[in-house]
């Protein structure tokens, strides 16, 4: 049988070049960065060139980068350790109503710690509206976080513009961008783009799981959230994750070399998989219009209606084929605000029908016409079986 794996937004397989450093820093060169002899001197220049590897992708300082665990520590790090840093000059936050968790949950802890946020609503395909952004934008505003691509939709935010109205309003209002579904995909340049920190994980562009980092830009007023030996210029401590690091740093190297190639690739793939359903009845496209292949050139949420998502999912899985029924993150958790779907006016009977099928630049043509035949075989017997 065989097997398409079409979940690459939960997670990516690691390359083999990722692997390898990985298992290289664990078993050869595996110093403290920290110890002072020629083993920890080794472990040092691994940071130091992943960093760089890093630095280049976006055009800013290595400087500016900094390890996480991952995504959610760096989101959670950018809003909680901006906000706290930056309380004095005002307490308005401003994020939007389709954020991750690893947003949304920080803003409501930051509630509870007197900050006052504001949840901009999205229109019917995910996208945020910026005369709304620019109503709400005050002098009291420190900070705006918006995602670059939604996790469950695939919508692509207008983060570029609402940089230029965030800092023409008030120039030290903070924009963070959560990059971790758009990094890889888009070329990315914080300077340019007046992103001021970025958060971005290493197992969504084949780097290992338990990695991440945020970019600050260093005129940034940030607090450290993790305190200790005073690693990473005290900003960060705990010793230093070498192989994730070094990992990462090849991960990031990769997911840019090819770039336009691999983007086409994944956009291809999508159109092709959009055509293969297109003759489906009672189908939807969400969060983007599936005549034009709009979105991120990754990412596919489709809903079908008279079939509950996660029976699809195990139906499918049983042929082989790997799809999410919405954030891997996300299942089960009950969020401050509503879902996703929820907020882009999926209709009631559509939510709990709705699946996501993720690209990578490693996935076949194979694995989108296999899956299209499970779906056009499952999906007529699901619904007969539903009707009964």
Not at 19 to 44: C, F, I, W
Not at 273 to 291: C, H, R
Not at 293 to 298: K, M, R, S, V
Not at 301 to 327: M, N, P, Q, T
Request: charged letters at 25%; one cysteine or more; aromatic letters at 6%.
């Amino acid at each position: 049988m065989m097997e398409a794996y079409l979940d690459n937004s939960a997670t990516t397989r690691c390359s083999k070049a990722v692997t390898d450093m990985v298992v290289r820093t664990m078993t050869e060169d595996y110093g403290n960065p920290s110890s002072r002899h020629l083993k920890g001197v080794q472990a040092e220049k691994y940071l130091k060139t992943a960093r760089e590897e890093i630095a280049k992708t976006l055009k800013v300082s290595e400087k500016e980068i900094f390890f996480t665990s991952g995504g959610t520590e760096s989101n959670n790090w950018a809003l909680i350790g901006a906000a706290m840093a930056n309380r004095r000059a005002g307490n308005h936050l401003i994020t939007t109503a389709v954020e991750h968790a690893a947003v949304l949950q920080p803003m409501a802890f930051l509630e509870e710690m007197g900050f006052r946020v504001t949840y901009l609503p999205v229109d019917s395909k995910g996208c945020v509206r910026l005369e709304e952004l620019k109503e709400v934008l005050s002098p009291e505003t420190i900070l705006v976080s918006m995602m670059y691509v939604n996790n469950e939709v695939g919508t692509v935010e207008p983060v570029e513009e609402a940089a230029r109205m965030i800092h023409e309003k008030n120039p030290k209002t903070l924009l963070h961008v959560d990059a971790i579904q758009a990094y890889g995909k888009y070329r990315i340049y914080p300077k340019k783009m007046g992103i001021d920190m970025l958060s971005v994980s290493g197992h969504k562009i084949h780097g290992p799981k338990g990695t991440g980092f945020l970019y600050v830009n260093e005129k940034v007023k940030i607090k450290p959230l993790i305190l200790g030996g005073g690693q990473q210029k005290g900003m960060r401590s705990g010793t230093d994750n070498v192989p994730g690091a070094a990992g990462l740093g090849v991960a990031a190297r990769e997911a840019y070399t090819d770039f336009a190639a691999k983007t086409e690739h994944m956009q291809n793939l999508k159109e092709r998989f959009l055509k293969g359903v297109s003759d489906m009845t009672d189908i939807t496209v969400q969060g983007q219009a599936a005549e034009n292949a709009a979105g991120a050139p990754h990412i596919v949420s489709i809903s079908f209606r008279g079939v509950r998502s996660e029976v699809l999912l195990h139906a499918l899985e049983d042929k082989g084929v790997y799809i999410s029924s919405g954030s891997a993150c996300s299942s089960n958790k009950k969020l401050p605000v509503s879902s996703v779907l929820k907020e882009i006016g999926v209709e009631k009977d559509l939510l709990e029908s709705t699946v996501r099928f993720s690209f990578s630049s490693g996935t076949t043509s194979e694995e989108i016409d296999y899956c299209l035949a499970q779906l056009h075989e499952i999906v007529p017997v699901l619904r007969r079986y539903t009707r009964h």
